[in-house]
């Protein structure tokens, strides 16, 4: 893995949805995202993500990827409902405790260690071959842009197969304050994305043509820093590859 790797999250936050201050610098690299992890006993609340599991719910089980996969919640929850599931991050720790989850429970998924910038499955068979891959909250950073984040990720998807993005669709009030609080660039890292506007960059990335099976924006309730009730909204896309 280079430094110049993509920025990944994914999964619900830990304590009750909660949105708190990050470390100085939004982890932007392999390095950071380690950092992050191994610096707290979890960043997650174990569960999965709603959206994912609201839009996924209703498809035939088949072949999953889930780039960012963060500690797991989300690899685990498909592999519990019939999903060959496997799940990559840049983070060692990430995937370590992704690994003893899914073990802890008795689940049979897959994970590695890697950046979607150049990783390929073992199995040749599983190379473009996936039937869904979804990310979950993907970020990009200087110089990659997120039209190039899409292609990389799309290209894991078989022809038929779905692709399911979810992301920031608005950024929290407190965001300016953080940003000048940490200097870290939030809205640089989190640019909020519209479904349709993923969408279009999509296509523009894909040689491959997609059709758009779900759009919309989403809330979910969380806690600011300050502890105060407030809600953020997420764009969902579920494109299928034609």
Same mark, same amino acid.
């Given at each position: ?8 999250? #994914?999964?619900?936050? *830990?304590? =009750? ?13 392999? *390095?950071?995202?380690? $950092?992050?992890? #191994? ?6 609340? @174990? ?9 996924? @719910?209703?498809?035939? +089980? ?13 690899? %685990? ?7 060959? *599931?496997?799940?990559?991050?840049? #983070? ?14 008795? %689940? &049979? !998924? !897959?994970?590695?260690? !890697? ?25 990009? /950073? ?17 022809? @038929? ?5 979810? #992301? ?16 870290? @660039? ?21 040689? &491959? /043509? ?6 919309? %924006?989403?809330?979910?309730?969380? =806690?600011?820093? &300050?502890?105060? +009730?407030? $809600? ?11």
């Amino acid at each position: 893995m280079s430094d110049q790797a993509v920025s990944l999250t #994914s999964e619900t936050p *830990a304590t =009750t949805e909660a949105v708190g201050p990050r470390p100085v610098g939004v982890p932007d690299s392999v *390095a950071a995202w380690e $950092e992050r992890y #191994s610096g707290a006993e979890s960043v997650w609340s @174990g569960n999965p993500n709603d959206a994912l599991v609201a839009a996924v @719910g209703e498809m035939t +089980p088949g072949r999953v990827l889930d780039v960012g996969c963060g500690e797991g919640a989300d690899v %685990i929850w498909l592999a519990e409902h019939g999903w060959d *599931a496997t799940g990559i991050d840049l #983070s060692t720790t990430a995937v370590d405790r992704a690994r003893r989850a899914a073990d802890e429970r008795g %689940i &049979d !998924a !897959a994970f590695a260690v !890697a950046d979607i910038s150049d990783w390929e499955p073992e199995n040749t068979d599983r190379r473009g071959g996936f039937d869904l891959v979804t990310g979950c909250f993907l970020h990009t /950073r200087l110089p990659d842009t997120r039209e190039e984040l899409l292609a990389r990720v799309a290209a894991h998807v078989a022809p @038929g197969g779905a692709l399911l993005l979810v #992301s920031h669709a608005t950024m929290p009030d407190w965001a300016a304050e953080h940003d000048e609080k940490f200097e870290h @660039g939030m809205e640089h890292h989190h640019e909020p994305v519209s479904p349709n506007g993923d969408f279009a960059l999509l296509i523009g990335a894909s040689p &491959d /043509r997609w059709e758009i099976e779900l759009a919309e %924006i989403r809330t979910r309730p969380v =806690t600011s820093p &300050d502890g105060d +009730p407030s $809600e953020l909204e997420d764009a969902v896309l579920l494109a299928r590859r034609i």
